[in-house]
């Protein structure tokens, strides 16, 4: 295991059950949007931190997932998922920033509500451009910074210390699009809405395909 995230002995497994639990709610935010993304997705997708295999119920059975997932507490529901979607998985515990897999190697790239987290995006997202193909997609949906002087950014930044220290590193204020904006990608579609959630630190949000 070449990473140095910590897995937290007491909130990782709470994060994976909590994960888990929520995995139908989150189903109804996000169901429709994911159904769009994942249309058509190749036989082979790498996932950069996957969790308890949220999105595993939009991928085609027999699909093969390289499943990008530090934290090891999630990995017992992740192999859950898979089989219960008839899903070909393996798991890589490294981080989205220092992926081990080859230059201009993948078709397809996804990551939800994990850009938030890793320790440096840019540094992720150039680690998903280096490893898609020429052409290769990368699909997302991430929670964003909300709008200059909105309630929505007043409230992210009163609870971005609690909510980093409980979700394990999230930050509930990051300008993950203009991250995505500079990454050099030939084509973003990227689209800004607010979810219709009561996790109001999450409501800002973005999603969208990139074409290397
Ligand atoms: C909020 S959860 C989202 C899980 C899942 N993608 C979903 O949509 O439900 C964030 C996930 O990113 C993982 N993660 C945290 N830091 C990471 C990193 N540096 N690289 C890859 N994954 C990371 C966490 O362990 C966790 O499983």
């Not at 993948?106 to 994990?114: G, I, K, P, R």
């Not at 440096?120 to 052409?135: F, G, N, T, Y």
């Amino acid at each position: 295991m070449n990473n140095d995230f910590k897995n937290n002995a007491i909130r990782g497994p709470i994060n994976a059950f909590m994960f888990k639990v929520l995995s139908g709610y989150m189903d109804r935010l996000f169901g429709k949007s994911k159904r769009q993304l994942f249309r058509n997705h190749p036989e082979t997708v790498v996932e950069i931190g996957s969790g308890t295999g949220a999105n595993m119920r939009y991928l085609k059975p027999g699909t093969t997932l390289i499943a990008i997932e530090p934290n090891i507490h999630m990995h017992a529901n992740l192999k859950k998922s898979a089989d219960k979607y008839g899903i070909n998985l393996e798991i890589k515990a490294i981080k989205g920033e220092l992926i081990d897999l080859a230059d201009n190697s993948c078709d397809f790239v996804v990551s939800t509500l994990v850009l938030c987290t890793v320790k440096s995006p840019e540094q992720c997202v150039k680690q998903i451009k280096r490893i898609l193909k020429p052409s290769g997609t990368f699909i997302f949906i991430e929670h964003v910074k909300a709008q200059k002087n909105s309630i929505l950014r007043w409230i992210q930044n009163i609870m971005h210390k609690p909510w980093h220290w409980f979700f394990e590193g999230c930050h509930t204020n990051r300008d993950t699009k203009q991250v995505l904006e500079l990454a050099g990608f030939s084509s973003l579609k990227l689209v800004s809405y607010n979810l219709y959630s009561p996790f109001i630190p999450i409501v800002s949000q973005i999603r969208g395909r990139a074409i290397k």
